[in-house]
């Protein structure tokens, strides 16, 4: 990965800049003041991912034109131009996210062209992408993934190599927008763009100490995005604190043409945005559903259970009302049904996975290298991902996906999946109006994170309820293990109500500031 060749540092400016520290808020207000300039900026940005990129391996393609993207911020700004939320803020997307002119490889080999595959390199942005633009941010760069997505723990196969957790290097990062996470973590950025199919902004999020949002499936758009599955896709901000991830989910929801399933989101934005209804104050009398065998079958390890039960102690104080496991006996837990043999990971949801990639792919462009999924089979045929060696073998023993396999191109039958979304959505909304529950608040995982190489994966309260349900979820750090593994929460509502969840997460960081800044390293 090169750096940009146009860059000439403003050395007085750009490296005496504290990235760590600095909000989307803290960016709007020093660019105000002449504090340092969009340019500057970037370039201290740029010179962090010199620093610590080598070692985190977070980001795996530079932007060419950051730096020009970022003195066109200045020269609007000097001409009294009106700009954006994002005016200036250095971001990240994840690797699987179109960008125009840069390769979207999926962390796979065989689709980057400098480890001989091909590259996908799209004629235009995903609709995410052109909307961080037109808010003003300024694009450093595309994040690692492992191959195909296909781990929420770590992207220890991409073909660029392992990404590191920031806060604990030896313990995985979270997956699989395991470098978006890192690059904020490590202050690379301000802001990264994730996208979860099955826990992959959560687990990142809650595994680097970082405040994730899984949205409302529908709320913001997935065309452009390289696809696990367009039933449950979502792409949503990582940042450092809940008001940046606020800030960046108004730049980022709401309809598009390009996505017909964002139509369900008119109406359902708050009116004045996602920072709306942050408040200090904003758990007062909030009915809360615990963790329990009600939701999921499967218990927290000991120190999890301790440190959620100083959490509980924390919501208590701040007013919130704490209700023991209000999902138990409505039949909740007994729909997660792990894919064989996998153990925990219930893949329901993925049977239109090859339908899915053959539309994402018609959207790249005439000049695509692959422009239909059977071009695309034929390119991978040697790690054929849906064989019975494959990354996504998992995916022949979801009983409608032999179908979808064998007519890529035809509109699938996911019946199936469509009866268990109605049932989780149905106990869900049943369970939350028995008990009058506001939200739920449970620890984001089961337990602290396994070693980086590990055999053992990140085991997650809420996937994959949230992901077949299409709930939204807000994480928030809430604290540490002994080991130094960050313990976060997670804050789960029904349909639409990221607004709330947010305040919630708010409030709780307003209380309890767990957050560390990292000890950053730069050996590689």
């Not at 991409?158 to 470098?179: D, K, M």
């Not at 009058?436 to 053992?456: I, R």
Request: aromatic share 8%; glycine share 10%; net charge negative.
């Amino acid at each position: 990965m090169n750096r940009p060749a146009n860059i000439h540092n403003d050395q007085s400016s750009s490296n005496s800049l504290d990235l760590t520290s600095l909000t989307v808020e803290g960016v709007q207000a020093g660019l105000a003041i002449g504090a340092y300039t969009a340019k500057s900026l970037v370039e201290a940005s740029l010179d962090a991912v010199e620093r610590y990129n080598a070692k985190y391996n977070a980001i795996i393609f530079l932007n060419p034109s950051a730096v020009d993207d970022a003195k066109e911020i200045d020269r609007r700004r000097t001409a009294g131009e009106r700009l954006g939320p994002l005016a200036g803020v250095p971001v990240v997307v994840k690797d699987t996210i179109d960008m125009a002119g840069l390769p979207t490889t999926a962390g796979w080999s065989l689709l980057c062209s400098t480890t001989g595959g091909v590259d996908l390199t799209p004629e235009r942005d995903a609709p995410v992408v052109a909307r961080l633009r037109e808010a003003g941010a300024v694009i450093i760069g595309k994040t690692n993934v492992p191959i195909l997505s296909c781990s929420s723990s770590h992207a220890n196969n991409s073909w660029a190599g392992p990404t590191l957790n920031v806060v604990i290097p030896e313990r995985v990062p979270g997956g699989s927008s395991s470098g978006s996470a890192s690059a904020v973590a490590a202050a690379m950025v301000v802001l990264g763009l994730g996208e979860e199919t099955g826990g992959s902004i959560q687990n990142p999020a809650s595994a680097q100490d970082l405040v994730g949002i899984k949205p409302t499936i529908g709320l913001v758009p997935n065309a452009g995005v390289f696809p696990g599955s367009a039933n449950r896709d979502v792409v949503g901000p990582l940042a450092r604190c809940v008001r940046d991830a606020a800030i960046c989910l108004d730049v980022l929801a709401g309809y598009t043409s390009e996505d017909p399933k964002t139509l369900a989101s008119v109406g359902k934005k708050p009116k004045g945005g996602y920072t709306s209804k942050l408040d200090a104050d904003a758990l007062k009398g909030k009915r809360l559903a615990l963790y329990g065998s009600g939701w999921r079958n499967q218990g927290l390890s000991m120190e999890a259970e301790e440190l959620y039960g100083r959490a509980k102690d924390e919501l208590e104080k701040i007013g919130a009302v704490l209700i023991e496991d209000p999902f138990a006996g409505s039949g909740f837990a007994d729909l997660h049904w792990p894919i064989p043999p996998l153990a925990n990971f219930d893949a329901r949801g993925l049977e239109s996975a090859p339908y899915d990639l053959h539309k994402y792919l018609e959207r790249l462009g005439s000049k695509a290298a692959l422009k239909t999924f059977p071009e695309f089979a034929k390119a991978t045929a040697k790690e054929n991902p849906f064989g019975p060696t494959g990354i996504a073998y998992f995916l022949a023993n979801l009983p409608q996906f032999a179908a979808v396999l064998a007519n890529p191109s035809h509109p699938p039958n996911i019946s199936e999946f469509i009866a268990l979304k109605e049932e989780y959505l149905a106990i869900f909304d049943e369970v939350f109006a028995r008990y009058h529950l506001d939200a739920c608040v449970f620890p984001q995982m089961l337990q602290e994170l396994p070693a980086l190489h590990g055999t053992e994966l990140i085991r997650a309260t809420t996937v994959d309820q949230i992901n077949i349900g299409g709930f939204p979820g807000v994480t928030v750090p809430a604290g540490y293990y002994a080991s130094g593994s960050p313990f976060g929460l997670i804050f789960v509502g029904g349909m639409w109500s990221e607004a709330e969840l947010l305040s919630y997460a708010y409030a709780y960081e307003c209380a309890t500031r767990h957050r560390k800044v990292p000890t950053l390293r730069n050996e590689a």
